[in-house]
């Protein structure tokens, strides 16, 4: 049964402090995405690739958050500087026309 | 830029009675739409999507939709519900992407399904 893993399951760290999130696809799919989820604004997107070459980062806060997919099985998005303001469940998925999702980053600042 | 509307926030029904969840969506041109399960701490899995064809879809755990483009809704409904469909349910829509596939979803801000026994 394919899955779409994510690493870490959860992170907590302090403000100013760099963090990487890792998104492994399903094998196969050529769009990946990555969404933030919070209480206050619900699900946004943040960015996606398509067969690795970033479509739309309109979503995501240019000056501390990237987004790279060094190959066709790894996603990564970093946030550096952290702020506690970026607390929130990262999800990414993959997919085609439908996106399956991974089971997320709780991301903790402090 | 699409938007969602799911209109209640949260939905009390009693085990074993019909619910059904509104959502409607902004876009006048061809869209994808889709509803997405979320039970707790957990991720969203996929129920059902309309991308063509037929207006009524058929999905897992005994849900459908009806995609209704002049009222551009697209309810979600299931006549008997268990304990075990508690859970946050997502209205989603994306475009379609010119070189096949979609693009990112918009989301709906959720219906907290209650399942009273």
């Known amino acids: 049964d394919a899955r779409v893993t994510q690493t870490p399951r959860d992170k907590v760290t302090e403000m100013g402090q760099e963090v990487t999130m890792r998104c492994q696809p399903i094998l196969g799919h050529n769009t990946v995405f990555w969404y933030r989820q919070t209480m206050m604004q619900g699900l946004e997107l943040l960015a996606y690739?398509?067969?690795?070459?970033?479509?739309?980062d309109s979503g995501m806060p240019k000056d501390r958050f990237s987004a790279e997919m060094p190959d066709a099985t790894l996603a990564t998005l970093k946030i550096q500087p952290s702020e506690p303001r970026d607390s929130a469940v990262y999800f990414c998925?993959?997919?085609?026309?439908?996106?399956?999702f991974g089971p997320g980053t709780r991301l903790t600042v402090t | 830029a699409q938007s969602v509307t799911q209109l209640d926030s949260q939905v009390p029904v009693f085990e074993e009675a019909p619910v059904e969840l509104r959502c409607n969506y902004s876009?006048?041109?061809?869209?994808?739409l889709f509803w997405y399960v979320q039970y707790p701490n957990q991720g969203l899995q996929l129920l059902l999507k309309?991308?063509?064809?037929?207006?009524l879809v058929k999905g897992i755990n005994g849900f459908e939709a009806e995609f209704n483009k002049s009222q551009t809704s697209f309810h979600l409904r299931k006549p008997s519900v268990h304990i075990s469909d508690t859970a946050e349910y997502f209205c989603?829509?994306?475009?379609?992407?010119?070189?096949?596939?979609?693009?990112?979803?918009?989301f709906g801000k959720g219906t907290h399904l209650i399942i009273q026994p």
């Open positions: 690739f398509r067969n690795r070459a970033p479509l739309d």
């Open positions: 309309y991308l063509s064809g037929s207006t």
């Open positions: 989603a829509v994306s475009d379609p992407y010119s070189g096949g596939g979609a693009d990112g979803l918009t």
């Open positions: 998925a993959s997919g085609s026309y439908e996106q399956y």
């Open positions: 876009s006048s041109v061809s869209v994808y």
